[in-house]
């Protein structure tokens, strides 16, 4: 008999917002090892706030968020640093820097986090290009590429140092349907054949349906759904719901 799915993210009770700003409050969910986990929502409804919180790259008002067991919420020093090393993040756009080659780029986790000579940090972001399907493009400029490619390469980047966990910001946002589909591909590819754990902020339906084993979906600071996307879009359990997954304009609500 096969054991229960292993949880490798679990959030507790998570309240975010900036200042004294709330925008989420009281969110409960778990990633299990290996899945494409989407975070769904309208503009606004806190999806990359709850991955900036998710990654620690601003402070949660309360709760816990425990990557790999270990709470990222509060941790400093050492343990914090262990913490971040479990995962790779690309953010909404790329977020390359235009001065630098692509080999450059996806050096610099590398620079940060090991002690590696030179010559092998670059051995290992060619490598990492190349499992991208931008091998032969290792010293363009970011300027010289498509915006697809882009992305490509801040995935490159996101798995420099072989996390187990990739956190994805809007990754098809600005792309067209072909790039975008191919960009699914890779990331279902990646998923499949290196166990790689991927949580992604999306409102692309198209790339949702695509590669999404799970997803939670944010309305007014709180999750209103969970569950497979094409079960979600089969069976909606409330009026946003079933708005979001078909796309119909959304009747006015009280605030």
């Known amino acids: 008999?096969?054991?229960?799915?292993?949880?490798?993210i679990e959030v507790r009770d998570l309240i975010a917002g900036y200042g004294d700003r709330v925008i989420l409050r009281g969110l409960d969910f778990q990633v299990r090892r290996g899945e494409v986990?989407?975070?769904?929502?309208?503009?606004g409804s806190g999806k990359s706030t709850l991955l900036k919180n998710m990654i620690g790259l601003y402070p949660a008002m309360g709760g816990e968020v425990l990557i790999?067991?270990?709470?990222?919420?509060?941790?400093?020093?050492?343990?914090r640093e262990r913490i971040l090393r479990k995962f790779g993040v690309m953010y909404q756009g790329g977020a390359l820097f235009g001065s630098m080659t692509l080999a450059g780029n996806v050096m610099l986790p590398l620079e940060e986090w090991t002690h590696l000579p030179r010559e092998a940090r670059l051995l290992l972001a060619r490598l990492k290009l190349q499992q991208v399907g931008l091998g032969e493009f290792a010293d363009y400029l970011p300027s010289e590429i498509s915006g697809g490619m882009q992305k490509r390469a801040a995935v490159a980047r996101a798995?420099?140092?072989d996390p187990g966990i990739l956190f994805l910001d809007e990754p098809s946002a600005g792309l067209d349907p072909i790039t975008s589909a191919g960009l699914d591909e890779l990331i279902r590819s990646l998923s499949r054949n290196m166990g790689i754990t991927f949580v992604i902020a999306s409102h692309e339906l198209a790339s949702v349906y695509?590669?999404?084993?799970?997803?939670?979906?944010?309305?007014r600071g709180s999750i209103v759904a969970e569950g497979a996307p094409q079960e979600l879009r089969d069976h909606p359990t409330n009026d946003y719901v079933r708005a979001f997954f078909r796309r119909e304009p959304e009747k006015a609500r009280a605030a």
């Open 1 to 8: 008999m096969s054991s229960a799915p292993t949880n490798i």
């Open 37 to 43: 986990f989407m975070i769904l929502g309208g503009s």
């Open 68 to 79: 790999g067991g270990e709470d990222i919420v509060g941790a400093t020093g050492a343990a």
């Open 159 to 161: 798995m420099a140092l």
């Open 210 to 219: 695509a590669i999404g084993d799970r997803a939670i979906i944010l309305d």
